[in-house]
C-alpha cells in the first residue's frame, strides 16, 4: 500500500510540475467557476482576485510536492474522515437552532 501511495504522489506531482498548469489563470479559473465560485455572482473583479489567491502557493518553492502529499492523504483515507467531521457540524448546527 505505501508502495502505491509512493507512486500516487509522484504522478501527482509531476503532473502539477508541468510547465504553467497550475499556475495558469485559466487553470484556477475553470476549476473555481465549477467548484465553488460562480464570477457572475462574486463580481468580475473579487473573482481575479480570488484566483490570485488560489495561484500564488505555486511560488513557493515545493509547493508541488506540499499539494501532492495533500491529495495522496485525501486519497488514502481522509475523505472518511472529512465527511464524519461535516456530518458532526451539521448535528451541531443543527441542535443550536432548534
Not at 31 to 47: K, T, V
Not at 54 to 78: E, H, I, Q, T
Request: charged letters at 25%.
Amino acid at each position: 500500500k505505501s508502495l502505491s501511495f509512493r507512486i500516487t504522489r509522484r504522478i501527482v506531482r509531476a503532473f502539477l510540475q508541468l510547465p504553467g498548469m497550475v499556475y495558469s489563470r485559466r487553470f484556477w479559473e475553470g476549476g473555481l467557476a465549477s467548484a465553488a465560485y460562480r464570477p457572475d455572482r462574486l463580481g468580475a473583479e473579487r473573482f481575479s482576485k480570488q484566483v490570485l489567491r488560489y495561484r500564488w502557493p505555486s511560488l513557493c518553492k515545493g509547493w508541488a510536492d506540499g499539494l501532492a502529499n495533500f491529495v495522496v492523504a485525501r486519497l488514502a483515507g481522509g475523505l472518511a474522515e472529512d465527511a464524519a467531521v461535516l456530518r458532526r457540524l451539521v448535528a451541531a448546527l443543527c441542535s443550536d437552532t432548534g
